[in-house]
């Protein structure tokens, strides 16, 4: 009999279905660092996309193109200069749709948050390589700790709203921070779609970025046994993953999370 393992090996090796790269990144929230080819333009780019990558895909492309209409050529000079009087006026009356709607005061109290770190150390990577735990859940912590202690203005509400500080949960707190472990396969895997910049956190050290598809997959393949979808599901499916390739356990993201919607479709192969 075949084990969950061997399984997702085989999906691997099949290939994930994209025809190429570039029509991948047209409909995926990774196209939008992809625009860009300064480091700093990128990561900023990057963090900003993978933030909002909550909800169904055409809420997620729509509410970015917004918010990115505001950063112009070079988004990290553009948050540097961050004027959020200026991005909730173009965000007036906007909603992104998401399991729990998130309004265009909520984007501009994030987006405040990121540009007070980005002008306090210059880069967010910089923020992330101060902790003193070099692991995904260590540099996370560490960087969105930092965001949610950020002073916000009157003209911003003063205080995170309750929707902000939940897209800002860190592991700390237990959650399975897929967003944000997307992020940083973003950002230290390098291939066709991801960027490789972070070589001082490295590919061993990164966590599968958990979500209903991918969960779902996991379990089918028996890769966890675990019921809720938290950190510590993501950090066993993660470690199960490292019998298969212990330098670069994440690369199985991307047929786990197509293997999971053959499976809500009822299409999958084994």
């Not at 800002?168 to 897929?178: D, F, I, T, V």
């Not at 966890?224 to 470690?239: C, Q």
Request: charged share 25%; hydrophobic share 40%; aromatic share 10%.
């Amino acid at each position: 009999m075949t084990s969950g393992l061997e399984r997702l090996q085989l999906l691997y090796e099949a290939g994930n279905k994209r025809s190429s790269p570039e029509e991948f990144f047209v409909s995926d929230p990774i196209g939008f660092p992809k625009r860009f080819r300064e480091k700093r333009d990128i990561e900023t780019a990057a963090f900003i996309a993978a933030m909002f990558a909550i909800g169904p895909r055409y809420a997620i492309l729509r509410s970015l193109e917004k918010v990115f209409a505001q950063l112009g050529n070079s988004p990290y000079k553009s948050m540097l200069n961050f004027d959020y009087r200026l991005m909730l006026k173009s965000l007036d009356g906007h909603v992104q749709f998401a399991y729990k709607n998130i309004t265009g005061l909520d984007i501009a109290q994030i987006l405040f948050s990121i540009a007070s770190v980005l002008q306090k150390g210059g880069a967010l990577e910089k923020k992330m390589m101060q902790a003193g735990e070099r692991t995904s859940h260590g540099v996370l912590t560490a960087l969105l700790e930092e965001l949610k202690s950020v002073d916000l203005p009157a003209g911003l509400g003063g205080a995170l709203s309750p929707r902000a500080r939940a897209l800002l949960a860190s592991p700390r707190e237990g959650s399975a921070c897929k967003r944000m472990n997307m992020f940083l396969r973003w950002m230290t895997r390098k291939d066709d779609i991801d960027f490789g910049f972070y070589d001082w956190l490295g590919t061993d050290k990164l966590i599968i970025p958990l979500d209903v598809n991918v969960s779902r997959a996991a379990r089918k393949l028996k890769l966890t046994r675990r019921k809720t979808d938290n950190w510590k599901t993501a950090s066993e499916i993660t470690e199960r993953l490292k019998s298969l390739d212990p330098i670069d356990p994440v690369k199985y993201d991307v047929p786990l999370f197509l293997y999971g919607i053959e499976l809500r479709k009822g299409t999958h192969a084994f």
